[in-house]
């Protein structure tokens, strides 16, 4: 099978499993139903897969690839030590897993990466759909994020590619509108990023925002002093969004969600 095929598969088994759950079991009533948010939430993800593919079609596995072939990359200097092969992938993926940590915080802390990321956070609802609402030039530098730190580790090509179906899936996990049993969801975080934590980062509170950044493991929240445990409201009460992007046509329609970025806020 393809790595396109795999990584499709599993996008498309997981989306799936994740909308059974929420349609059998939701955490919260939403303030907009799915025929009015979905349509510009998925619509925005087909937009971004076919600018990725025009501007990078070789994706981050290609890139991968050439610095193999040209001995880029502090992991392939120590692939070619005589570092074991599954230990140079577990390394690669940690590393940029860290990586995508510091860029999320990145586009939190500089305002004009901010705007960008935004789009992301004026969702006035949380689920599914919320882990693929990214605008098309955040998904962009993104890329290019990507690209640079894999050139910069030399992580090999399965690497990459284990990487990225986790990354996907872990996105479309904890953005879920559902909760695990309270058992589970304790012992859950203290490896990955649960919905009720990565929740939280979608509160309207500032410093419960620019918190639990991970998208799959929450022990870089632990380690760099970013980790929120709990929201103020609760739960169950915790506003989702933006306080300044409460406008309908701005925040569940495609070209609202385009706009975004260059409107004052």
């Known amino acids: ?13 997981v989306l799936i499993l994740m909308v059974l759950w929420e349609y059998a079991s939701p955490k919260r009533r939403s ?35 050439w610095a193999a072939s040209n001995g880029w990359g502090l992991f392939h200097s ?6 074991p092969f599954w230990l140079v ?36 609802d ?23 730190a894999v050139l910069a580790l030399g992580a090999p090509a399965v690497a990459v590619i284990v990487f990225e179906i986790i ?8 953005h879920g509108n559902v909760a695990l049993p309270k058992p589970l969801e304790k012992a859950v975080r203290k490896v990955l990023i649960t919905q009720e934590l990565h929740r939280i980062h ?11 950044y991970g998208f799959s493991v929450s022990w870089w929240d632990h380690l760099f002093k970013s980790f929120t445990p709990a ?3 609760g739960s169950d009460k915790i506003d989702i969004g933006l306080k300044e992007y409460r406008d309908q046509a701005v925040t569940t329609k495609i070209w609202g969600l385009l706009k975004i970025p260059f409107i004052r806020g």
Request: aromatic fraction near 10%.
């Open 231 to 233: 929201p103020k409201a």
């Open 126 to 148: 949380f689920d599914v759909t919320t882990g693929l609402r990214f605008h098309p030039v955040e998904i962009v530098l993104s890329f290019f994020i990507k690209a640079v």
């Open 78 to 83: 120590a692939t070619a030590s005589g570092a």
């Open 31 to 65: 303030r907009y139903s799915r025929k009015e948010r979905w349509p510009a939430n998925l619509g925005i993800v087909v937009i971004d897969t076919v600018l990725l593919r025009i501007i990078a079609p070789i994706g981050l596995t290609g890139v991968a690839v």
């Open 202 to 212: 979608h509160s309207v509170e500032k410093e419960e925002t620019n918190s639990n």
């Open 1 to 13: 099978m393809s790595e396109t095929a795999w990584r499709l598969s599993v996008f498309v088994v």
């Open 89 to 124: 992938v577990a390394l690669s993926i940690f590393a940029l897993d860290i990586a995508i940590y510091w860029q999320h915080r990145l586009f939190h802390r500089v305002p004009l990466l901010w705007r960008l990321h935004r789009v992301h956070h004026a969702d006035p």
């Open 167 to 174: 990354l996907n899936a872990c996105s479309l996990f904890n």
